[in-house]
């Protein structure tokens, strides 16, 4: 949610800073409706209160049979302006709620196209032998039973077992040991929300269709992000313990999968998958040290395990509308010859704060200021686990582990039985 006051006070410069990720006719017709709500909701608002002051003024006077009249007269007429008030606010929020956040200078206008690499890590692996797909490699070592994950469940699911049980496990145990000992405290929340908490992380209601949704309309979370958002909703924070850093565990469900094409096969692309996430509240001048933070966190995750990888910086239009700034770290799938995302670090300044009215302190003008979120995977496993299983297969089909894993597995290399 954006701030009605720069709305007002800077249009045009709102404008060209949602021009980089908007549509312009879409956005000139979204901020007239804004402004033309608003307009009504101040006029409303004046009305409303100038009858309650002159409610006030006669409760202090001796009632009499003309005075009780004109006070129930005025009740009914503060009565009827509420009523439209509320109706006013449904649409002023529908449409504040359909502006995405401003995206931050250094982010560019654009697309996908406009993505650019800001730093890679190690070379492509190369292999001196005819390389297995993700797939194959799971299958051949029975540490992934896919066909019985869709007669289970459906086509996006699948099953780990026995040594791919324990390296997804032991993929978590690495993710969350690295985040508490750097000060993020750990929780396993509810998968489950209101539509508030969802309405808070940004995902309403634009993305509702992309949610899974329950009888009660509650909603599977797409992403500890939506939990650890909502931790503090309705809050004033305490302005000395300010960054407060959090980290958590989860499964993510999302309804996106299904696609069959090459790059999705396997467990590229899925109805649940786990993740890590990293999540900071933040005062405003702080937020972009915690961005870089949070971008440096899941490198050194993925440097540990020795993969190649590569950061971008996500032009406007290509990042969740929620967002000033992300990045992606994308590892390599040989199999694929392409880069795939197992984190995205965002920075959402105030917008996901506003929704959710999370607030401090601020000492030097004792307002309650609007804190700034961010978060990030730290990291997701479903797209990690093929690259290991690629970027660390051997001639005879077996892989390697990763060093900073095998005290968690008990085991450095897993073999064809």
């Excluded at 009499?64 to 009523?83: F, H, L, V, Y």
């Amino acid at each position: 949610m954006l701030d009605i006051n720069k709305i007002r006070e800077d249009q045009e410069g709102i404008k060209t800073a949602l021009l980089k990720r908007m549509d312009a006719d879409k956005l000139e017709t979204i901020l007239a409706q804004i402004l033309k709500f608003d307009e009504e909701r101040r006029d409303l608002i004046h009305k409303t209160e100038e009858l309650k002051a002159e409610r006030n003024k006669h409760s202090k006077t001796k009632p009499t049979p003309e005075i009780i009249a004109n006070m129930k007269e005025i009740g009914e007429k503060i009565k009827e302006i509420d009523t439209q008030l509320a109706e006013v606010d449904i649409k002023f929020n529908e449409a504040m709620s359909e502006l995405p956040n401003i995206p931050a200078e250094d982010v560019v206008a654009g697309g996908k196209e406009n993505n650019k690499i800001v730093k890679t890590y190690l070379e492509k692996p190369s292999f001196d032998f005819e390389p297995k797909d993700h797939v194959e490699l799971a299958t051949n070592l029975d540490i992934i039973d896919y066909e019985r994950g869709v007669k289970m469940s459906g086509n996006g699911f699948w099953i780990y077992k026995g040594q791919g049980a324990i390296l997804e496990w032991a993929l978590l145990s690495y993710f969350i040991e690295f985040h508490t000992r750097n000060g993020y405290q750990f929780m396993i929340p509810p998968f489950l929300l209101t539509e508030e908490s969802a309405y808070t992380s940004g995902h309403l209601p634009k993305f509702r269709e992309d949610l899974f949704w329950t009888q009660d309309k509650s909603c599977l979370n797409a992403t500890s992000e939506m939990m650890l958002g909502n931790y503090h909703r309705d809050e004033i924070l305490d302005e000395k313990l300010l960054p407060l850093k959090y980290c958590a565990y989860s499964a993510c469900f999302r309804r996106e999968a299904g696609s069959y094409r090459k790059e999705e096969r396997g467990m590229i692309r899925g109805h649940q998958f786990n993740k890590i996430e990293m999540f900071q509240f933040t005062k405003p001048e702080e937020s972009a040290k915690a961005f870089d933070e949070l971008v440096e966190n899941a490198e050194k995750l993925v440097e540990g395990l020795g993969l190649h990888y590569q950061t971008t910086l996500l032009a406007a239009g290509d990042a969740s509308a929620a967002m000033r700034k992300t990045k992606d770290i994308e590892v390599w799938i040989p199999s694929m010859a392409v880069y795939k995302e197992v984190s995205s670090a965002s920075n959402a300044g105030d917008y996901q704060a506003r929704r959710g009215n999370v607030r401090y302190k601020n000492p030097d003008t004792d307002k309650n200021e609007f804190v700034h979120t961010l978060n990030a995977s730290g990291l997701a496993t479903s797209r990690l686990f093929p690259a290991i299983l690629e970027q660390f297969q051997q001639a005879d089909g077996s892989i390697k582990i990763p060093a900073v894993l095998q005290k968690f597995t008990g085991f450095d290399v897993i073999l064809k039985k």
